[in-house]
């Protein structure tokens, strides 16, 4: 991770609690459709593993920024392999700022492909066709695949100057579905993550 960047893990909140410090009530927050298993105010629906098959996740950077984008990072996927994985997946790679294991928001905003303008992946779950067009990103050992992640989050009333006020008590994950194909829920087949805690970035 480059120098003055910053980064997370993953934290929670109960779905009808009120997130201490400064997070409001998640029960209320906009939610996905039904065919988005991530959910503001409630933990992740799987397991995160650093690695599936020949891939692994990492973050290498994160950049604090103003309201309303909130956070810059960038995610890096590479392979011992080549693998190919296909965007948008169940679970588009996103990002999701977490505390005590609960999501309080998350982020999806980059560019699919690199000539594309970037698009919130998640109103695309929401129903937002203009995301509807998939694309095959392809890693292998000698050229990783990176991607810009930026918000703005999409889970309601959260103000991230609580996160960075008490960094200790966040973490961060970038995580997507399990590339290669599998036919596996996301229930089932867990998630290619990664998680930090945003005072150790």
Do not use: H
């Not at 593993?49 to 692994?56: H, R, Y």
């Not at 309303?68 to 679970?91: G, Y």
Request: hydrophobic share 45%; with cysteine; net charge negative.
């Amino acid at each position: 991770m480059g120098t003055g960047w910053p980064l997370a893990k993953v934290a929670a909140l109960a779905l009808a609690a009120t997130v201490a410090g400064g997070c409001a009530a998640q029960e209320n927050a906009p939610q996905p459709s039904a065919t988005d298993p991530i959910r503001c105010g409630q933990p992740l629906p799987a397991p995160m593993s650093v690695s599936a098959g020949p891939v692994f996740i990492s973050v290498n950077r994160l950049e604090r920024l103003g309201p309303p984008a909130t956070i810059r990072v960038e995610v890096m996927l590479s392979a011992s392999s080549p693998v190919e994985t296909t965007q948008p997946a169940e679970v588009p790679l996103q990002l999701a700022l977490l505390r005590d294991g609960v999501v309080v928001d998350r982020l999806a905003t980059y560019r699919m492909s690199p000539e594309w303008q970037p698009y919130d992946q998640i109103a695309f779950l929401d129903g937002d066709t203009r995301g509807a067009i998939g694309v095959t990103w392809t890693v292998t050992p000698q050229e990783p695949y990176r991607v810009v992640v930026e918000g703005p989050g999409r889970c309601d009333g959260f103000d991230w100057s609580v996160a960075w006020s008490a960094p200790a008590q966040f973490e961060l994950a970038a995580f997507m579905s399990t590339p290669s194909g599998s036919a596996q829920p996301v229930t089932s087949g867990g998630l290619l993550g990664v998680a930090i805690r945003l005072d150790r970035l």
